[in-house]
């Protein structure tokens, strides 16, 4: 409780540079709801400022990435669903070829193209754990965030859309679009 | 003198029928309602816009809208009797065709007993169980939903008129506020979707302007038509959010403030929707 109040005050006084968020944690009066919703501790992380939006610098396992099962996750309707607002060209071609797995391509967002031109890599993951920290009005979910949700259905009640892996796998490949 | 009264009363009549053909009144269809001033959306699209040439045809023609069974099966309600009272909806409305011209387009209104809203299907169960003295139907029953589009289709060409007046404010402001407020593991509100992106792809679907002027509504998906509180479960349930109840006050407020964003757009029950 009252550190949670503690980095309540600090986020409202220094901004979200450099402030140590753990998402894992609950306020002392919440511990029996998420006792009996038993989430799994997220992973804590620290928020920096990058050059262009504030970032993630350090990866949330300490593993490397998997672009190959990034890219399964990010085209999964069920995890990532990454193309369902945004283009990759470099896809295409396979969407092509498995118009099921891949289906349309939406155009809510911008085109990842050349996202890892536009964002450094901890940026890119600031953007993949909750992106509405950089940009607060947009309608990109966060994927790696459990708290401060309203109504979340019962089988997702204190869970994030991906793992701390699947981010880190995402962003290997989110990183050769340069 | 007569023939010239003659011949300008031919030029007056014939100078409005050509302004008339020339200005055809928006739909919302090829040509939107435009709004001025203090409204969310500058132009006002059904979704009829951002369907598939196809199931624009499937809704147009009149032997081929897939809801037809239920319509006719709605028509025949109207005047079957039931209930303990042995009574028919005719016996008090006779024919629907005059009496419930434009009802679609103002419901849900406020009902004073309630002190609340009540929709378009709470009103008809509660002509059943209050005067009927009948059961009344489940909200995805074939009975409700047919009745509801045969009650609804008499307002159709009829603009939505929602009117936001002293009663049905506090009603329309919640509506509102759960339009704009972010909900479910995806965290999103409906304002994302059908303020901010309409017209655009989400994957293969194009979004709409989430407006109810057709509803119930065929949709393909379903195989049947559905209520716009049957939508409303879909879309909280695909942002991953618990959904409300249908017919709740969260819902029924919310129906309010979606058909009072489509104002002026011509009711097309029963609709076809992907």
Same mark, same amino acid.
Request: hydrophobic fraction near 35%; aromatic fraction near 8%; glycine fraction near 8%.
């Given at each position: +409780?009252?550190? $949670? ?17 753990? !998402? ?5 009066h919440?511990?029996? +709801? +998420?006792k =009996? ?24 396992t ?12 990010m ?35 911008? !085109? ?13 993951? +600031?953007?993949?754990?909750?992106? =509405?920290?950089?940009? !607060?009005?947009?309608?990109m !979910? ?14 997702? =009640?204190?869970?994030?859309?991906? $793992? ?13 679009? =340069? | 003198? %007569? ?8 030029g @007056? ?12 009144a ?5 040509a ?35 809801a ?8 025949a ?16 409305h006779?024919d ?12 849900p ?8 809203l009540?929709?378009?299907?709470q009103r ?19 009975? @409700? ?29 919640? #509506?509102k ?10 965290d ?14 989400l994957?293969?679907?194009? @979004? ?7 509803f ?6 379903? %195989?049947?038509? #559905? ?6 479960? #879909? ?18 407020n919310?129906?309010?403030y979606?058909?009072?964003? #489509? ?12």
């Amino acid at each position: +409780m009252r550190l $949670s109040r503690i980095a309540f005050l600090f986020c409202s006084i220094v901004g979200l540079t450099g402030l140590l968020i753990q !998402p894992g944690m609950a306020a002392g009066h919440k511990k029996k +709801m +998420m006792k =009996k919703m038993a989430p799994a501790a997220l992973v804590s992380y620290k928020i920096s400022d990058g050059p262009a939006i504030t970032a993630i610098n350090k990866s949330l396992t300490g593993k490397a990435g998997d672009k190959a099962a990034g890219e399964k996750t990010m085209v999964n309707k069920k995890k990532g669903n990454c193309i369902a607002c945004h283009v990759i060209t470099k896809l295409k071609a396979k969407a092509a070829k498995n118009p099921k797995k891949y289906s349309q391509m939406g155009l809510i967002a911008p !085109p990842l193209d050349g996202a890892a031109s536009r964002y450094t890599e901890g940026e890119l993951r +600031m953007l993949l754990v909750n992106a =509405k920290v950089a940009f !607060p009005d947009t309608i990109m !979910p966060g994927f790696y965030r459990a708290d401060n949700l309203t109504r979340v259905m019962g089988k997702f =009640k204190g869970k994030t859309v991906i $793992s701390a892996q699947d981010v880190e796998n995402i962003l290997a490949f989110l990183v050769t679009l =340069k | 003198m %007569g023939r010239f009264i003659k011949m300008a009363l031919a030029g @007056l009549v014939a100078s409005v029928l050509m302004s008339g053909a020339a200005m055809a009144a928006p739909d919302g269809k090829s040509a939107p309602i435009v709004n001025k001033g203090d409204h969310p959306l500058p132009e006002v699209w059904s979704g009829y816009k951002y369907s598939k040439v196809d199931t624009q045809a499937t809704q147009d023609d009149e032997f081929e809208n897939p809801a037809n069974l239920w319509t006719e099966q709605g028509e025949a309600l109207w005047s079957k009797k039931d209930g303990s009272e042995k009574k028919a909806c005719q016996e008090c409305h006779n024919d629907a065709k005059a009496s419930m011209k434009g009802v679609a387009t103002r419901y849900p209104v406020y009902y004073k007993p309630w002190k609340k809203l009540i929709n378009l299907e709470q009103r008809i169960n509660l002509c059943r169980t209050k005067f009927m003295k009948a059961k009344a139907y489940k909200w995805k029953s074939n009975e @409700l939903l047919g009745l509801t589009i045969y009650v609804a289709k008499q307002s159709n060409g009829m603009p939505q008129a929602i009117e936001v007046n002293a009663q049905n404010k506090p009603f329309w402001e919640k #509506g509102k506020e759960h339009y704009y407020k972010r909900r479910g593991q995806l965290d999103m509100a409906c304002a994302h979707c059908h303020e901010k992106y309409f017209g655009q792809k989400l994957r293969a679907n194009t @979004l709409t302007q989430g407006q109810n002027n057709g509803f119930p509504t065929y949709r393909l998906k379903w %195989g049947k038509p #559905g209520s716009i509180q049957r939508r409303f479960k #879909g879309c909280n349930k695909q942002v991953r959010a618990k959904p409300y109840k249908m017919g709740s006050d969260e819902y029924v407020n919310l129906e309010l403030y979606v058909r009072w964003r #489509g104002n002026g757009l011509p009711n097309e029950t029963p609709s076809v929707r992907p």
